[in-house]
């Protein structure tokens, strides 16, 4: 392989091509430190917000070349970044332990329009809905959900986590439900309306440290910390799957069937904690996790070609086929991408299968795609450029 940041492998026919030994584009904007974090506007092909160590906000259209904005928007390094569903004119950002939102239509100089200062301590993962709430999760392992149409704290959810909650999503086709996952390696789901959980996940229990293959040789050694989240839209691959995606800190990427964790929620009892046995490439039919033949969760990791140290950052792809492709970037300085719903095929025979595989050269610290034909992955290392890589 060249120096030059490229595509390490070839792709499978059913892959979207990368052109092989070509450099990434780099987006400039930041003005020291690490891109923290990007988001692609769902509402504007191309369009592209990053934030970084430096404070800043950075706006991009991938068809010029140089920055569009940039806003100074706080004096400490910015964790997170999201749109408001829809209006993507503005946008929230967190920054140590306050969410700020701006009007970019006011332009480089535009003040928080408003502040929150609901968590006690850092911010790690905003997320906001279309109805107006707003998650933040914190190092206390608490995540507040504000309301930004009453201006005030709607609810806290606590007591999931005995660690830093590291990520926090909504699910969008169940309006009253979020997912949350920690530095406990576990994954939670939650009726934010009241407060309470829906189901857990404990990646560190040893059912499911055995029965997976994060032990064994060649895979990194870390615990299975949750690291981030990425839940499927709703409608993707016709409507077949509903599922969240989870980058773990041993190395491995699972997905998980949230219409079937989230099913025993619907009758009265005790939260349902799953503890059913991973192989490293799927739940097998026939074991707990499985019904009427069907699989309910998919385990990639280093023996499918995936990651040697912890996964920072997962992401379902916006280009092509909606939600086709999932992809991962981690401390190993790759990103993969995955044709992960192979996996939940009943067939045998039939796996998820890893197309592509790139080395970007630094960790990555996040990434998104954008729904366009080309420069559609975005990824944010180590450094203050942001990279574009292009796949047809």
């Known amino acids: 392989m060249s120096d030059t940041e490229s595509a390490a492998e070839a792709v499978p026919a059913a892959a979207p091509a990368a052109a092989a030994e070509r450099k990434p584009r780099r987006l400039r904007g930041h003005k020291k430190g690490a891109v923290t974090c990007c988001v692609a506007s769902s509402a504007r092909p191309g369009v592209v917000a990053s934030a970084g160590e430096d404070g800043c906000l950075c706006w991009f259209d991938l068809r010029t070349k140089d920055v ?15 749109f408001k569903p829809g209006n993507e004119d503005f946008v929230y950002a967190s920054a140590g332990n306050e969410i700020l939102s701006f009007d970019v239509r006011m332009g480089p100089q535009s003040k928080p329009l408003e502040t929150y200062n609901y968590n006690r301590d850092e911010i790690n993962q905003i997320a906001v809905t279309s109805k107006g709430y707003l998650a933040a999760a914190d190092d206390s392992g608490d995540v507040k959900i504000v309301s930004t149409i ?3 704290l709607y609810k806290r959810l606590r007591e999931a986590h005995t660690s830093i909650c590291s990520t926090v999503q909504f699910i969008p086709w169940r309006p009253w439900t979020a997912i949350t996952g920690g530095l406990d390696s576990k994954l939670a789901a939650w009726d934010f309306s009241k407060g ?3 189901f857990s996940i404990d990646y560190g229990s040893p059912e499911l440290q055995n029965g997976s293959s994060s032990g064994s040789a060649g895979q990194c050694f870390n615990p299975a910390f949750v690291h ?6 709703e409608g993707i691959l016709g409507g077949l799957y509903k599922v969240c995606a989870v980058a773990r800190g041993d190395g491995a990427v699972d997905v998980v069937d949230l219409e079937y964790e989230l099913a025993p929620a619907k009758s009265k009892g005790p939260p349902r904690t799953a503890t059913s046995t991973m192989s490293s490439k799927r739940t097998e039919p026939g074991d707990e996790s499985s019904n009427q033949g069907q699989v309910k969760r998919i385990h990639l990791d280093f023996t499918l070609g995936g990651h040697t140290a912890a996964v920072s950052c ?3 792809s916006a280009f092509g086929e909606k939600g086709k492709f999932l992809v991962s970037g981690g401390n190993d300085a790759s990103v993969k991408i995955w044709d992960w719903s192979r996996g939940f095929s009943s067939e045998r025979n039939s796996d998820a299968q890893l197309v592509l595989d790139i080395d970007v050269k630094k960790k990555v610290n996040w990434l998104c795609t954008t729904p366009t034909d080309s420069d559609n992955l975005i990824v944010c290392n180590t450094s203050k450029v942001v990279k574009v890589y292009n796949f047809r």
């Open 196 to 198: 309470r959980t829906l």
């Open 314 to 316: 997962v992401a379902f």
């Open 68 to 82: 569009l904005l940039t806003i100074e928007a706080a004096n400490k390094p910015i964790s997170s970044v999201c």
């Open 150 to 152: 009453q201006k005030c």
């Open 228 to 233: 981030s989240l990425a839940v499927s839209e």
